[in-house]
């Protein structure tokens, strides 16, 4: 679902604020501080995955690029185990393993320390 969210939103050409066409609120961090939260501009790079501007949506918040890729895989997967009772999805349970997770944390502190850089073209 989130996928069909992100594939019918226009990505604002800000790098962030996409999710208020959906009704959600600005952004408190941007509002309060001027600066960027921990996924700002999350929903912007989902929508620009989903119209296919891949190069835009890992600029605009790589982490979130590297997600909506991950998400769709996942649902691909799911769906071929579903359809064909593979096994293969049990081979991604090394995701949830430490040093994986630690590596994605990690890169969602990279992400969101580049999203402070290029905040309003510093």
């Given at each position: 679902m989130v996928l069909i969210i992100a594939a019918s939103l226009r990505p604002a050409e800000a790098g962030h604020g996409t999710h208020t066409q959906i009704g959600l609120p600005p952004c408190s961090w941007v509002v309060w501080f001027d600066k960027p939260c921990p996924t700002c501009g999350m929903t912007?790079?989902?929508?620009?995955?989903?119209?296919?501007?891949?190069?835009?949506?890992?600029?605009?918040?790589?982490?979130?690029?590297?997600?909506?890729?991950?998400?769709?895989?996942?649902?691909?997967?799911?769906?071929?185990?579903?359809?064909?009772?593979?096994?293969?999805?049990?081979?991604?349970?090394?995701?949830?393993?430490?040093?994986?997770?630690?590596?994605?944390?990690?890169?969602l502190i990279g992400a969101w320390v580049y999203k402070i850089m290029t905040w309003n073209g510093f």
């Open positions: 912007t790079a989902f929508a620009n995955a989903g119209e296919g501007h891949w190069l835009a949506s890992f600029v605009t918040q790589p982490a979130g690029m590297l997600l909506c890729v991950a998400t769709a895989s996942a649902f691909w997967l799911g769906l071929h185990t579903l359809l064909t009772g593979s096994r293969i999805g049990s081979l991604t349970g090394w995701v949830l393993r430490p040093k994986p997770i630690a590596a994605m944390v990690l890169g």
